[in-house]
C-alpha cells in the first residue's frame, strides 16, 4: 500500500518548536538550505534579494539557480511565466490544474489547449498573391514558408483578376499539399492577377451542395 510522501513540505508554518529543515522540509543542496545559518544574523542584501526574488517571480534572462518543485520564473527572454515542475522549467500551462480524468490522472491546461486545437483543426491562415506568364495554368505552387497552412483542415480561397472564384472548384494537391490546383475548367491566363487566401475550416462546414434560392 503506497503512502503519502513526508518531504518536500514547503508549507508555509510556524511551529513553536525549532523546524528541522533536513527531516521536515527538505533539502535541495542549493544555497537556500543553509541561509541563515542557525545564531546567524540574517545579512540584509540577502534578504532584500529574497524579496525582490519573490516579488518578481525571479525575473532574469538566466535560468534561477535558487528553487524547489513549483517554483516560478518569469523568463524575460521570452516574457513568459514557467514552473519548476519535475526537475524542469517548463511553461506554466503544463502545471495548470483544469481538470480530472476518469482514471483520477490531472488534466492542465496545456493537455486541454492541445485537445482543443486537434479537434478544430487550427492551422494559421496565411495569404499571397501573384500573376500568370502561361497560358492554361492549373496549378498555383504553394510558397515555401507558407506550407504549413495547407491541410485536410484547411481550404484555398482564390480570387481571380478580382473576382472569388467558386470554392469548389481549388484544391490542394500534392502529398503533403505543395500547391492549389484550379477545377472545372478554371485556370490562369498571361496577365491574369491572383490571391490566394488560406484559412482553417472544418470539413464539415464546407457545403457543396449547390444552393438554389
Known amino acids: ?10 508549507r508555509l508554518r ?6 528541522d529543515f533536513a527531516n521536515a522540509v527538505g533539502l535541495t543542496g542549493q544555497d537556500h ?57 517548463v511553461p506554466a500551462a503544463e502545471a495548470l490544474l483544469v481538470d480530472v480524468d476518469q482514471q483520477g490522472q490531472p488534466i492542465t491546461m496545456a493537455d486541454a489547449y492541445a485537445t482543443i486545437k486537434t479537434l478544430l483543426g487550427y492551422r494559421p491562415s496565411a495569404t499571397f498573391s501573384g500573376h500568370s506568364n502561361n497560358p492554361n495554368v492549373q496549378f498555383i505552387p504553394l510558397p515555401q514558408p507558407l506550407l504549413a497552412a495547407a491541410g ?16 469548389r472548384k481549388t ?8 500547391s492549389i490546383q484550379l477545377l472545372g475548367g478554371l485556370t490562369l491566363q498571361p496577365t491574369d492577377t491572383f490571391t490566394v487566401l488560406i484559412i482553417s475550416l472544418n470539413s464539415n462546414m464546407f457545403y457543396q451542395p449547390e444552393v438554389i434560392v
Not at 153 to 160: A, K, L, T, Y
Not at 171 to 178: C, D, I, R, V, Y
Open 1 to 10: 500500500m503506497s503512502t503519502t510522501p513526508t518531504t518536500p513540505d514547503c
Open 14 to 19: 510556524y511551529p513553536p518548536t525549532t523546524i
Open 33 to 89: 538550505d543553509n541561509y541563515p545559518s542557525a545564531n546567524q544574523q540574517p545579512r540584509f542584501d540577502w534578504m532584500r534579494m529574497t524579496l525582490i526574488g519573490l516579488l518578481a517571480n525571479q525575473a532574469s534572462y538566466h535560468e534561477p539557480t535558487q528553487y524547489r518543485e513549483g517554483s516560478w520564473w518569469f523568463d524575460l527572454n521570452t516574457l513568459t511565466i514557467k514552473i519548476r515542475r519535475n526537475d524542469l522549467w
Open 152 to 167: 485536410t483542415d484547411s481550404r484555398p480561397f482564390v480570387w481571380i483578376n478580382g473576382k472569388l472564384a467558386d470554392p
Open 171 to 178: 484544391q490542394f494537391a500534392g502529398g503533403p499539399p505543395s
